[in-house]
């Protein structure tokens, strides 16, 4: 059965690049990758979603090694506004959503 | 567009009492969900439907139901609410499976 492990929090500083990595064992090959956003009395806003090798898109970057045990999260140069929480999903194919307890990140000024 | 809308926003039940929470989307989606959200512990999926008169068990279904009986929304039930009910609850729907999910503001439920 699949699980996902994220770091519970992390700081940086406006203008530098995030990085935030969800540890996600026995995933099968064609289970999806998804990267949600969070602020706080809000819904999950979806950033990413891959499941090989590199994503980007206006955002984000979304980097899945080859052995696919893990995923990376790159934000380019944060904000402010990006102090929230990261929340990892696995989609099994089976219909299994399994979520990681969430990354809290702080941007500092 | 509104996307994803969840009734009511907040509620206070006393233990044993039943409610009703609605979760409407106007994006014509296939796929809906009931998930609750407690501190530290992520999202656990509750129900989902993958289409009209359609609904399934997810993680933690224990003491709640569902219908499905319009594509636009999702009906999710508690019988007789009780204290570790307590939670936010999201609904959240998407055009297919493997794609991005629209995800409502939640209902904040206290079972007292």
């Known amino acids: 059965l699949a699980k996902t492990t994220q770091p519970i929090s992390m700081d940086s500083y406006e203008g530098q690049e995030v990085n935030i990595t969800c540890s996600h064992n026995?995933?099968?090959?064609?289970?999806?990758i998804t990267w949600y956003q969070q602020f706080p009395s809000q819904g999950p806003r979806f950033i990413i979603q891959g499941y090989k090798t590199k994503v980007t898109n206006e955002v984000a970057s979304l980097f899945i090694p080859a052995d696919r045990k893990s995923s990376t999260l790159s934000l380019p140069r944060v904000s402010l506004s990006d102090t929230a929480v990261y929340y990892c999903l696995v989609e099994v194919s089976n219909y299994q959503l399994i979520w990681g307890a969430g990354t809290k990140l702080i941007i500092k000024p | 567009n509104a996307g994803v809308t969840q009734t009511p926003k907040f509620r206070v039940l006393k233990t044993g009492q039943s409610m009703t929470l609605l979760c409407a989307q106007d994006?014509?989606?296939?796929?809906m969900y009931w998930y609750r959200q407690d501190p530290g512990m992520g999202l656990r999926l509750i129900h989902y439907?993958?289409?009209?008169?359609?609904?399934a068990k997810g993680e933690v279904p224990d003491g709640y139901n569902v219908s499905r009986l319009k594509k636009q929304n999702f009906l999710l039930g508690l019988e007789s609410a009780a204290p570790s009910q307590t939670s936010v609850y999201f609904c959240?729907?998407?055009?297919?499976?493997?794609?991005?999910?629209?995800f409502g503001q939640g209902t904040r439920l206290t079972v007292v």
């Open positions: 026995n995933i099968a090959t064609n289970d999806y």
């Open positions: 959240a729907s998407s055009s297919r499976q493997y794609t991005e999910a629209f």
């Open positions: 439907s993958v289409g009209e008169g359609t609904t």
């Open positions: 994006m014509n989606h296939e796929y």
